[in-house]
């Protein structure tokens, strides 16, 4: 059974920095891992992804602000977050998918409150 603990999230100042952090047990090698997010009322939204070769891929409204960077042998993806917006509160999933289940699965969620 795969199990993915999130850790990082909190209440920051817009400008501030929060560094998320995403470890999967149960399982190794993960063919994609990730954040998600979700705002009050709005649609569950891509962040960030990053694949074994450490080809990442960014929201438009986050690019230039945010980093993902992943710990192999740890299976830990981390989401470093600068510039933060009031914008960027929300709950954030860590998602990891394996070539025997590409659905991948979903961490518990952690909060990101953004004050203005």
């Known amino acids: 059974q795969v199990q993915l603990v999130e850790s990082g999230g909190g209440v920051v100042q817009a400008g501030g920095s929060l560094r998320l952090s995403c470890t999967a047990s149960?399982?190794?090698?993960?063919?994609?891992m990730g954040w998600y997010r979700q705002a009050p009322g709005k649609q569950r939204e891509l962040v960030a992804v990053?694949?074994?070769?450490?080809?990442?891929r960014y929201a438009d409204s986050v690019k230039g602000r945010f980093n993902i960077s992943r710990h192999k042998v740890a299976n830990t993806v981390y989401l470093q977050m600068d510039s933060l917006k009031p914008d960027d509160t929300g709950v954030y999933y860590c998602?990891?998918?394996?070539?025997?289940?590409?659905?991948?699965?979903w961490g518990q969620g952690t909060q990101v409150t953004v004050s203005s």
């Open positions: 149960g399982s190794i090698n993960p063919t994609r």
């Open positions: 990053i694949i074994p070769n450490g080809t990442s």
């Open positions: 998602h990891a998918a394996f070539s025997w289940a590409p659905q991948g699965y």
